[in-house]
């Protein structure tokens, strides 16, 4: 497998604000060999393949997914006896075939959409990790695919009934732990706070669910397996408590003050921004949304300290990552490109700055830096090309043309889009 895209324009995702004209990338054995002019004539046997002045950029990377659901609003996503009873039959060996042809299914939609590596934290009953190991055996097209497996919290956490198990104690929570990390997942997910959907009062979506000891028996046991700890984490009180406790990626956040900030350089952690399942909840009419009026008060605070604590960060040069938590409403698995344009749009920073977090900052947050995340020769092959500078308009990436994940080339991605998805985000542009 050898072949060169040839009269193209790069935007390396190194946060450079320079595209670099008239280029030609040449992909061997699924690796960038080199990057050269256009007109630089090659070594024989590999296919040109002319894109005709559009631009080369690296994949995006979504470091905050549940692999299982499609983003379709539904009043079973808020609990009650319809979501209770698909958990029931999704625990059943026959619900297990279902949900893991969604998760692949799910994979080759994210692949197909411009995403080459993607961090599934929370799914239920392990299938991200059955599929994940189908993805490294070869056996399905999808992306580069870390998985957590279900969240560790403790009774009445965020996920508890859904994508979590759970345990009281300091022990119980040692051994809930363990017990996941025996699957061998990628990482480990935790819920030190509640979410918009569980909270009981109106004001109070990042409730503290989780004290300091029980969070430390978490972290401290995927820790000595060599695992980075995620914690869903909606408010300043919860940011603490994680990352006291050892919590390596808060997700979502909330505003940050001075010992935050220091708490995260001292832990060397970064925030993951997802104000892709915030915003829609927060914005779109209560007859849209089917929120009742106290989740969608919660959701505007949510949404308003994610992009505050994604402020506070970007300008304290706190690594900020970026995630969409697809499966929520209004989540597709396609829509990783809108995360990057509203990062942009709300937390105030340059497209070029936005690509950088939603391609390398993220490879690094991950470690996997050294293999993918920019445009830059030597690493694997993970590219998209796109027919308009994204450095313009963040809205170039909604429709990509070309995708290679580790050099496997889509020439002619296909993505499926949920009209009633599309035309909420419309909205919201
Ligand atoms: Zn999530």
Known sequence: MKYVLRNCRIVDGTGSETVRENAAVWVKNGRIRKI?????????????????GKYVLPGMINMHAHLFGTGRPSKSMGGGGAQKAIIRFASTGAGGVVLR??????????????????????????????????????????????????????????????????????????????????????LIKTCVTGGVMDAKKEGEPGELKMSLEQTKAVCDTAHAHGLKVASHTESSEGIRVAL????????????????????????????????????????LDASVTMLSPMAQVNSRIVADGVISGAKTAVANGIPV????????????????????????????????????????????????????????????ADLIVVKDNPLDDLR??????????????????????????????????
Not at 339 to 368: D, H, P
């Open 396 to 429: 170039a990436l909604r429709n990509v043309e070309m995708v290679a994940c580790g050099g496997r080339l889509i020439r002619d991605p296909q993505v499926k889009k949920i009209p009633v998805i599309e035309e909420q985000i419309d909205r919201l542009l």
């Open 244 to 283: 006291q406790g050892g919590v390596d990626t808060i997700e979502h956040g909330a505003p940050l003050d001075e010992e935050l900030i220091s708490l995260f350089r001292e832990r060397n952690a970064a925030l993951i921004c997802t104000i892709s399942p915030a915003l829609p909840l927060s914005e």
């Open 101 to 186: 042809s969604m998760i692949k299914s799910n994979l080759k939609t994210i692949l197909h959409s411009g995403v080459t590596t993607v961090r599934g934290v929370g799914d239920l009953f392990y299938s991200d990790i059955a599929v994940r190991d189908m993805v490294a055996a070869g056996r399905i097209e999808a992306p580069r695919t870390l998985v957590s497996g279900p969240a560790v919290t403790v009774p009445g956490g965020h996920g508890d009934g859904t994508f979590a198990i759970i345990g009281s104690s300091p022990l119980e929570l040692r051994a809930r732990t363990e017990e996941v990390c025996s699957h061998h997942p990628d």
């Open 36 to 52: 050269t002019g256009a007109d630089v004539a090659g070594p024989d046997g590999y296919e040109v393949i002319d894109l005709g």
């Open 321 to 380: 990552g970026l995630g969409t938590d697809a499966s929520c409403p209004f989540v597709s698995q396609y829509n990783t490109w809108a995360e990057l344009y509203w990062f942009a749009k709300y937390v105030g920073v340059s497209n070029a700055y936005a690509i950088f977090c939603g391609t390398l900052q993220n490879a690094r947050i991950l470690g996997i830096d050294d293999e993918t995340g920019s445009v830059e020769e030597g690493k694997a």
